[in-house]
């Protein structure tokens, strides 16, 4: 059974460009769900996506959006990008119980 | 909302002995409490989980314990050694509605040989 996988594992941006990045779950997982992941701040929950519908959401401002496609592939997006957005972001795939996570996605921005 | 603290932020220990790292939550509705391994430049890794209706769980030399009173949990490693060193992270989730992990800041292991 393949793991979770996450698009592009590297990136490098400027500031005000903006990225979208991609996820892939367990295969038969509905529940992705993303995550930042910053020396300062831990790791922090960003938005949670079941059946194409986010049904959760943490505390990050509207630059910050995703998606969830028929097929349980998720992606997210950063508008306007800060210098702050720096950071890796994880995403989990669910099944009945435990969350698996993806290498995640370096972000780089300049 | 949820909220997890853990402690210490980083533990030294010599090879051979035990390291005990503790997390409270806030939110009493919790009935999931997963712990991961994350090593450096890798993703985190599911170790060990409990959930509200267990009181302890062990799998060789990690174990977890769960007080819902006291609304605490800590992870028990045994017998350390070198490969054991890394950065752990304690969350806590109400299953069976969203699935949102609330994650402690962590901990940052060091076994010494």
């Known amino acids: 059974k393949a793991g979770v996988t996450q698009t592009p594992r590297y990136l490098i941006k400027t500031r005000g460009q903006q990225v979208t990045l991609s996820c892939s779950p367990i295969?038969?997982?509905?529940?992705v769900s993303w995550y930042q992941q910053t020396p300062g701040q831990g790791l922090q929950f960003l938005f949670e996506?079941?059946?194409?519908?986010?049904?959760n959401k943490g505390n990050f401002p509207g630059r910050f959006s995703g998606r969830q496609f028929s097929n349980s592939r998720s992606e997210m997006n950063v508008s306007t990008l800060e210098l702050g957005d720096s950071a890796l972001y994880l995403c989990a795939s669910s099944g009945r119980d435990e969350q698996f996570f993806g290498p995640g996605t370096r972000l780089t921005v300049l | 909302g949820e909220n997890v603290e853990q402690h210490p932020s980083t533990l030294s220990v010599q090879e051979g002995d035990s390291a005990v790292i503790k997390c409270t939550y806030s939110?009493?509705?919790?009935?999931?409490f997963p712990w991961y391994k994350q090593e450096l430049g890798k993703r985190p890794q599911l170790i060990i989980d409990?959930?509200?209706?267990?009181g302890e769980k062990k799998d060789q030399r990690i174990a977890v314990t769960l007080n819902k009173t006291a609304k605490h949990f800590s992870l028990h490693i045994t017998e350390t050694q070198p490969e054991d060193s890394a950065v752990y992270f304690c969350a806590a989730i109400i299953q069976g509605g969203s699935e949102k992990l609330v994650f402690g800041k962590g901990t940052k292991l060091t076994v010494n040989p």
């Open positions: 409990i959930r509200s209706n267990v």
């Open positions: 939110d009493s509705a919790s009935n999931y």
């Open positions: 295969s038969g997982h509905r529940s």
């Open positions: 996506y079941f059946s194409e519908t986010q049904r």
